[in-house]
């Protein structure tokens, strides 16, 4: 009976590993970011963000829809 215990804690506990690993792996890459990746600058505030992240028109770099449009909107 007492085996039959430790079998189902051993169980439970590589269940936890598991479950609790997947976020942390997740948090490892966001820490260290692609040193490759290309950084772009807003047109409109001027931050800094991650080309995949940015939204690009007529090669000119946003950091959103929103500045994207009040670029534009501001452009003679
Ligand atoms: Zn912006």
Not at 9 to 22: D, G, S
Not at 25 to 45: G, N, R, Y
Request: glycine fraction near 4%; hydrophobic fraction near 40%; proline fraction near 5%.
């Amino acid at each position: 009976m007492g085996k039959l215990l430790f079998i189902v804690v051993i169980a439970v506990l590589v269940y936890w590993i598991i479950r609790t690993r997947k976020p942390n792996k997740k948090q490892i890459i966001e820490l260290l970011p692609d040193a490759s990746e290309d950084m772009v600058c807003c047109e409109h505030c001027g931050i800094h963000l991650p080309e995949n992240e940015s939204i690009a028109s007529q090669g000119i770099f946003f950091c959103s829809e929103e500045h994207r449009q009040n670029y534009l909107n501001s452009e003679p």
